[in-house]
């Protein structure tokens, strides 16, 4: 019996679960490790502040989207051995392996900011990067009569890089429907130079955070926060204070990784950005957020991802050459309140562009254009994510690798 062992049972770990689970050869062996009970839909934390979704509303348990052939294993990950290709658990078991899958993503590390944890956490500073910041911040809104609202990024790369423009405006649109919105400033905090990573949708975001009245202060790399005074300060010493801040810690792969001696600074795990193997070993694949490839970490990207890490892992056991061919593929949806969101669909080499998706020139979604229906599409993803795109199933008309035709991509150079 061979052994293949996934690390994390996240987005990433139980759809490769699913893929293999049809695709190996029946003298190998699946298990799946994760701390976890239950599986967070995480794109859900966005609506949870604003009361659009509740904690039920997202979490559902890890086990029901396991595949049968698959063991499922809920225990901490203390180590990884590499030269002797073994799993060390907490609760002392030791997995052995012949292929080892890394899916064990990136979660906040507010440690990293001096001062930012303290008293004031989750009562003047939140996060809506875990459940427990989402609801507890839902809380604090419910209640806020207005003021300074900083929306902040420590630094980059965090997760769905989108997402900190989204809260903001859903944040401007959620103060209008209460009838506070003059009563609240809204400022956007970045370490990033404009809205967003990439020029032409930053221009179009940009734009967007003019139009609503929202400020931006770029280029802003945090050093520090005095909860007492309600200030953060960059280190050129330039000053933001705040009422209520919500910001985006440090995003760090997992601690084991960093025990294990594969990660770089963050604990993201160096990956051949083509086929998804591992730099430390050929035996070791890493997928999702794990990874310190220069793509979105979001799901749509581990979601391409899995479907060259399939066709690698089973060339990988036959001997055979791997496939050079993950091209970096996100595909986003952004929120824009008011029942509207864009869609941004980019890749390595090609910025996110205006034109139409998945099906060139008819749509019927629109890119980089407001609309109702990309925001249906922002909540249909709900349903595609725990129907389709966990359990391993292809998404019609959407491909893993990033589709050229109908869009304009002239837009990027101008
Ligand atoms: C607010 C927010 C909004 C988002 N919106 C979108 C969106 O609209 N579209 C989109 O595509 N993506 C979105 N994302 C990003 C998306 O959720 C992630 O990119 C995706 O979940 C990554 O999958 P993953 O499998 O790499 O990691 P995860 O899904 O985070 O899974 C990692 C798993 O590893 C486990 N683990 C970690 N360390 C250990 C350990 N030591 N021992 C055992 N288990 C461990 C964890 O418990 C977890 O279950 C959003 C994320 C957030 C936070």
Not at 203 to 209: I, R
Not at 314 to 323: A, V
Not at 391 to 413: D, L, Q
């Amino acid at each position: 019996m061979k052994d293949l062992v996934i690390l994390g049972a996240g987005t990433a770990g139980t759809m490769m679960s699913n893929h293999l689970a049809k695709r190996l050869p029946d003298d190998w062996r699946i298990r799946i490790v994760d701390q976890r009970k239950i599986h967070h839909y995480q794109p859900g934390y966005l609506f949870i502040p604003f009361g659009t979704y509740k904690e039920e509303d997202i979490i559902k348990p890890i086990q029901q989207f396991i595949p049968e052939r698959a063991e499922y294993i809920q225990q901490s990950i203390l180590k990884v051995d590499a030269d002797h290709n073994r799993v060390y658990l907490e609760d002392s078991r030791v997995l052995d392996y012949d292929v080892l899958i890394i899916a064990t993503g990136t979660d906040i590390a507010p440690e990293e900011i001096d001062g930012m944890l303290g008293d004031h956490w989750h009562k003047s500073v939140f996060d809506f990067y875990t459940l427990d910041g989402a609801v507890k911040l839902h809380e604090k809104l419910e209640s806020w009569e207005g003021g300074h609202l900083a929306v902040h990024i420590s630094e980059m790369p965090i997760k769905c890089p989108v997402a900190p423009l989204e809260f903001t405006f859903l944040a401007d649109a959620y103060f209008e429907q209460r009838g506070i919105r003059d009563k609240v400033k809204i400022s956007f905090v970045t370490p990033m130079d404009g809205a967003f990573t990439k020029p032409v949708a930053s221009a179009h975001l940009g734009h967007l955070l003019e139009e609503k009245g929202i400020e931006v202060v770029p280029n802003f790399n945090i050093m520090s926060l005095d909860g007492e005074r309600k200030v953060i300060t960059d280190y050129e010493g330039r000053e933001v204070s705040y009422d209520l801040l919500v910001t985006i810690p440090t995003n760090k792969g997992a601690d084991y990784v960093e025990r294990s001696g594969l990660g770089d600074e963050l604990n993201f795990i160096p990956t051949h950005k083509g086929t998804l193997q591992s730099k430390a070993k050929e035996n070791i694949f890493v997928i999702g957020d794990a990874t310190n490839l220069p793509a979105s970490k979001a799901g749509s990207v581990a979601h391409f991802e899995g479907e060259i890490l399939l066709e690698n892992v089973m060339r990988f056991i036959n001997g055979k050459e791997l496939l050079d061919e993950f091209d970096g593929h996100a595909n986003c949806f952004v929120e824009t309140g008011h029942g509207k969101a864009l869609l941004i669909d980019f890749n390595y080499t090609h910025q996110p562009v205006s034109g139409t998706f998945p099906i060139p020139g008819v749509g019927p979604l629109n890119l980089l254009k407001e609309s109702r229906m990309n925001h249906m599409g922002k909540m249909a993803f709900k349903w595609i994510y725990w129907n389709m795109l966990i359990t391993g199933k292809h998404i019609p008309f959407v491909s893993s690798k990033m589709n050229e035709a109908g869009k304009n991509f002239e837009e990027a150079n101008v």
